[in-house]
């Protein structure tokens, strides 16, 4: 009796994406696909180019703990160990937040307000992967950038993708809460994607969030707002006169937090909320005018 012949390509990408449409992944074939295509070694394209390809028992071994591990919802991004963000592909850990699109709308809020070749050093609190500083950098060659992070392992991927994208000679990387750290009108500009979601928020999100991403970086606390006091109060104090900044907010926060910045000092001007591609909140831009 001869032995069955080796299974090929196209039977396990429609193998795996049945396996993963019955674990109610989402897009589970465009999962299969990146899954096994990382497996091998190859772009997702190529699997394309060689459906008829047999497999060895080597190939499936790669394959079969990967699979697993998608199937439990573990985002393909942390499977992959990358992710792009504004064109740039980034290294990414479960020790830090994946890169979403709407974060992007940061980086094209600061480059609507800087020139390429302006000098200026800007921070990047609660940087994550390092993902805005470095998009921003590599955009701006003239600027320099603190980043910070409660999480030294955090820090850790940041860095790693400033050295990737060769800015790291331009950044300072310092395991800190928040600005307290910073010198008096040190700063040109301040970006910060800080956690923002209230304890009771947490429970709500896609489990493919809650149960991989690191909580430090989603919760901020009972209500989910505690960062932003914190924040606008040291900007005032580490911003330059003219300078920005720009806070991620959850869509229902940011009109409160642009109307808490206007009452807080008359020295804020130009305060403005910009919406997501989703035509969500997202973001508060206000600029300090400290008074002569």
């Given at each position: 009796?001869?032995?069955?012949?080796?299974?090929?390509?196209?039977?396990?990408?429609?193998?795996?994406?049945?396996?993963?449409?019955?674990?109610?992944?989402?897009?589970?074939?465009?999962?299969?696909?990146?899954?096994?295509?990382?497996?091998?070694?190859?772009?997702?394209?190529?699997?394309?180019?060689?459906?008829?390809?047999?497999?060895?028992?080597?190939?499936?071994?790669?394959?079969?703990?990967?699979?697993?591990?998608?199937?439990?919802?573990?985002?393909?991004?942390?499977?992959?160990?990358?992710?792009?963000?504004?064109?740039?592909?980034?290294?990414?850990?479960?020790?830090?937040?994946?890169?979403?699109?709407?974060?992007?709308?940061?980086?094209?809020?600061?480059?609507?307000?800087?020139?390429?070749?302006?000098?200026?050093?800007?921070?990047?609190?609660?940087?994550?992967?390092?993902?805005?500083?470095?998009?921003?950098?590599?955009?701006?060659?003239?600027?320099?950038?603190?980043?910070?992070?409660?999480?030294?392992?955090?820090?850790?991927?940041?860095?790693?993708?400033c050295e990737a994208h060769g800015v790291r000679d331009?950044?300072?990387?310092?395991?800190?809460?928040?600005?307290?750290?910073?010198?008096?009108?040190?700063?040109?500009?301040?970006?910060?994607?800080?956690?923002?979601?209230?304890?009771?928020?947490?429970?709500?999100?896609?489990?493919?969030?809650?149960?991989?991403?690191?909580?430090?970086?989603?919760?901020?606390?009972?209500?989910?707002?505690?960062?932003?006091?914190?924040?606008?109060?040291?900007?005032?104090?580490?911003?330059?006169?003219?300078?920005?900044?720009?806070?991620?907010?959850?869509?229902?926060?940011?009109?409160?937090?642009?109307?808490?910045?206007?009452?807080?000092?008359?020295?804020?001007?130009?305060?403005?909320?910009?919406?997501?591609?989703?035509?969500?909140?997202?973001?508060?831009?206000?600029?300090?005018?400290?008074?002569?």
């Open positions: 009796m001869s032995a069955a012949p080796p299974p090929c390509l196209r039977d396990i990408l429609s193998k795996s994406s049945a396996y993963l449409e019955q674990r109610k992944i989402d897009s589970p074939r465009l999962s299969a696909e990146l899954v096994v295509a990382h497996a091998l070694g190859l772009e997702r394209l190529d699997l394309y180019l060689d459906l008829d390809r047999p497999l060895t028992e080597q190939d499936l071994s790669k394959i079969r703990p990967l699979l697993a591990r998608r199937g439990t919802g573990e985002p393909m991004a942390y499977i992959l160990g990358r992710k792009e963000f504004y064109g740039l592909k980034l290294v990414v850990t479960k020790d830090v937040l994946i890169p979403r699109p709407d974060t992007e709308l940061c980086v094209d809020a600061v480059l609507g307000l800087y020139q390429p070749d302006r000098p200026l050093l800007f921070a990047d609190v609660a940087t994550g992967s390092g993902a805005i500083a470095v998009a921003l950098l590599v955009h701006l060659p003239a600027a320099r950038c603190i980043v910070t992070d409660i999480s030294a392992r955090a820090l850790t991927v940041a860095v790693k993708n331009r950044v300072l990387s310092t395991q800190a809460d928040l600005l307290t750290h910073l010198a008096p009108a040190a700063l040109d500009l301040i970006v910060a994607n800080p956690p923002y979601l209230a304890e009771s928020e947490f429970s709500r999100i896609s489990k493919e969030v809650a149960d991989f991403e690191p909580r430090i970086a989603l919760v901020a606390g009972v209500r989910g707002d505690e960062y932003f006091d914190p924040l606008v109060e040291q900007a005032m104090a580490v911003l330059k006169s003219g300078g920005h900044l720009l806070l991620e907010t959850g869509a229902t926060q940011a009109e409160k937090l642009a109307g808490d910045i206007r009452s807080r000092s008359e020295q804020w001007s130009d305060i403005k909320v910009l919406k997501d591609y989703a035509g969500l909140n997202r973001y508060v831009q206000a600029r300090w005018c400290p008074l002569r």
